[in-house]
């Protein structure tokens, strides 16, 4: 699921990135098919680092060696609140790939927590910017439902003071 800085460019206002945010929620399976088809192409990634952060729940970065793009593949935490975002997570296209983003409401809780964790002007800039954008089409009720369970709700309402 496409997440992050490009979820909330997709959803607010776009902004230039160094990286791409993926949730992902692989089996041990999985990770193994994905790991061979990287090892195969032009992507830096250890093997071993994507192992370990999976029995963690980390993360680990995968990189395009060709044009310098990094992936952050952070895998799904185990609590409600991923859980619900990677549920409602929906498909869209982006330069012919089919692929899943979260949504909006998801994606901006997330950039609250982050900013929590970080005190990131950066983080509430683009919360404005999904409020602005998606100002008639958000669903507030499922934000107000999760803010003081992620600690947030002083952030949102900073951010809908202006």
């Known amino acids: 699921m496409l997440a992050g800085s490009f979820a909330s460019g997709i959803h607010g206002v776009p902004r230039s990135t ?3 945010d993926l949730i992902i929620d692989p089996s041990v399976e999985a990770l193994d098919r994905l790991l061979a088809i990287l090892a195969d192409e ?3 990634v250890d093997p071993e680092v994507a192992r370990d952060e999976l029995s963690r729940r980390g993360q680990f970065n995968i990189i395009d060696s060709s044009v310098g793009w990094k992936a952050d593949c952070i895998y799904r935490k185990s609590r ?3 859980f619900a975002e990677f549920a409602r ?3 869209i296209t982006l330069q012919g790939i089919a692929l899943f983003i979260a949504s909006a409401e998801d994606t901006l809780l997330a950039k609250l927590e982050w900013a929590k964790l970080g005190h990131s002007e950066q983080q509430l800039s683009d919360v404005r910017g999904i409020v602005e954008a998606q100002r008639e089409s958000l669903d507030r009720a499922y934000i107000e439902s999760w803010l ?3 600690g947030v709700r002083e952030l949102w ?3 809908l003071r202006g």
């Open 18 to 20: 160094l990286d791409i």
């Open 42 to 44: 032009e992507f830096y």
């Open 80 to 82: 409600p609140f991923s």
């Open 89 to 91: 997570r929906t498909p």
């Open 148 to 150: 003081d369970v992620l």
């Open 157 to 159: 309402e900073l951010v």
